[in-house]
C-alpha cells in the first residue's frame, strides 16, 4: 500500500522479478477488501495515503493477523517509528532507499516467520500454551494474536529457560543484519508490548522478569 505511482510501479515490478506476487492499493478502502478476500505473507504499507494513515490500518491488520509488517515511508519523525514498532510493525524504512535494501529486509522477515513454524512441539507455561508447529499462542485456551517480532522474542525465551540473557543478545535474535532500528528502545517497547499479551499482570511480571544490571529471564 504506497501513496506514490512512481514508487509503487517500481516495487511492484522489482517484487515480481523476484517472484513474489502482488496486490497494490493506493487507498486505505482498497487495501481492506485486498486483506478480507486474500491470504497474505507481508505487508508494505506507506503511512500517509489519500484516504488515511498506514499506522490506523495496521493496528486493524493486528486484531485479525499476525503477518509481518514493513513500514515505507518519506517520514523520518521518531514518533511515527516508535508508534510504527508499539503497534505491531516488525520493520520501518525510509525514502528514499534501496531496492536490494528492501528486498534484502523482506527476506529476512519472512525467513524468521518461515523458521518459526519449522519447530514441532508445545510448550507450556503456566496458563500460556505455545504451539511451536502452528506458531499460535493461547492463554487460557484463547488465541492472542502476537506480531513477527514479539513471537520471535518470546521463541528466544523459550529456547532459552531460565537463562539471563542480555539485550544485546536479545537483539541478536530479533534482527539477523544490522538497522538504525536496532537499540535499546526498539527491544523495550517490545518487551512491553509481549509483556501486556502474555502476563496475567504486567505491571508485575511473572513470566519475563527483569533481571538488573543483566537484561531479562523467562523464569518457568
Known amino acids: 500500500?504506497?501513496?506514490?505511482?512512481?514508487?509503487?510501479?517500481?516495487?511492484?515490478?522489482?517484487?515480481?522479478?523476484?517472484?513474489?506476487?502482488?496486490?497494490?492499493?493506493?487507498?486505505?478502502?482498497?487495501?481492506?477488501?485486498?486483506?478480507?478476500?486474500?491470504?497474505?505473507?507481508?505487508?508494505?504499507?506507506?503511512?500517509?495515503?489519500?484516504?488515511?494513515?498506514?499506522?490506523?490500518?495496521?493496528?486493524?491488520?493486528?486484531?485479525?493477523?499476525?503477518?509481518?509488517?514493513?513500514?515505507?515511508?518519506?517520514?523520518?519523525?521518531?514518533?511515527?517509528?516508535?508508534?510504527?514498532?508499539?503497534?505491531?510493525g516488525d520493520d520501518y524504512i525510509t525514502k528514499p532507499f534501496r531496492i536490494k535494501v528492501l528486498l534484502s529486509r523482506i527476506k529476512a522477515v519472512l525467513r524468521r516467520t518461515e523458521s518459526s513454524t519449522q519447530l514441532v512441539s508445545l510448550v507450556n507455561l503456566g496458563n500460556l500454551k505455545v504451539n511451536l508447529q502452528t506458531a499460535k499462542v493461547y492463554k487460557d485456551d484463547e488465541e492472542i494474536i502476537l506480531t513477527t517480532m514479539e513471537y520471535k522474542l518470546l521463541l528466544t525465551f523459550i529456547q532459552n529457560p531460565n537463562v539471563n540473557l542480555s539485550r544485546e543478545k536479545l537483539l541478536e535474535g530479533l534482527w539477523e543484519f544490522g538497522s538504525e532500528f536496532v537499540n535499546d528502545n526498539t527491544l523495550t517497547v517490545y518487551i512491553k508490548r509481549l509483556r501486556e499479551k502474555i502476563e496475567e499482570d504486567p505491571s508485575r511480571p511473572q513470566l519475563i522478569q527483569t533481571v538488573r544490571g543483566l537484561g531479562y529471564r523467562l523464569s518457568v
Open 1 to 88: 500500500m504506497e501513496d506514490d505511482q512512481a514508487i509503487t510501479m517500481g516495487l511492484e515490478y522489482a517484487l515480481t522479478e523476484e517472484g513474489y506476487h502482488v496486490d497494490v492499493a493506493d487507498l486505505i478502502e482498497r487495501a481492506q477488501e485486498y486483506h478480507e478476500s486474500q491470504n497474505y505473507d507481508l505487508y508494505l504499507l506507506d503511512i500517509n495515503l489519500p484516504d488515511g494513515n498506514g499506522l490506523d490500518f495496521c493496528r486493524e491488520l493486528r486484531k485479525t493477523t499476525s503477518q509481518p509488517v514493513i513500514f515505507l515511508t518519506a517520514s523520518e519523525e521518531e514518533n511515527n517509528m516508535i508508534t510504527s514498532f508499539e503497534i505491531g
